[in-house]
Nanobody, 128 residues
Framework: QVQLVESGGGLVQAGGSLRLSCAASIRTFSSYAMGWFRQAPGKEREFVTSISRWTGSSTSYADSAKGRFTISRDNAKNTVYLQMNSLKPEDTGVYYC????????????????????WGQGTQVTVSS
């Protein structure tokens, strides 16, 4: 089975930074596109960012994340990262790591239905 384990969440003041990690128990990790979503209480899960399979040469960001967040992957460590800078209170939520199997997909990157596996989530709280 595939397992994704997030870490690095916590409480930070507005303007601060956090780096989230997602350790993946996927033998063919590099063949999976990876992403991060977040969910605030009472709201639906929303897309934050994604990174393409293999070398991760292509990345996508939600408008809310552009310029502040950076996704990266380390295939040797089976890990994907989310560097979050200039955090705002509206960034508060549970952040979920997700993985997409290799293969063609016509579902948008921002659609949760595109992805096959999810981590348990890690809480990020940004205080004002």
């Amino acid at each position: 089975q595939v397992q994704l384990v997030e870490s690095g969440g916590g409480l930070v003041q507005a303007g601060g930074s956090l780096r989230l990690s997602c350790a993946a128990s996927i033998r063919t990790f590099s063949s999976y596109a990876m992403g991060w979503f977040r969910q605030a209480p009472g709201k639906e899960r929303e897309f934050v960012t994604s990174i393409s399979r293999w070398t991760g040469s292509s990345t996508s960001y939600a408008d809310s994340a552009k310029g502040r967040f950076t996704i990266s992957r380390d295939n040797a460590k089976n890990t994907v990262y989310l560097q979050m800078n200039s955090l705002k209170p509206e960034d508060t939520g549970v952040y979920y790591c997700t993985a997409e199997k290799s293969g063609s997909s016509y579902i948008p990157l921002s659609d949760v239905a595109r992805y096959d596996y999810w981590g348990q989530g890690t809480q990020v709280t940004v205080s004002s």
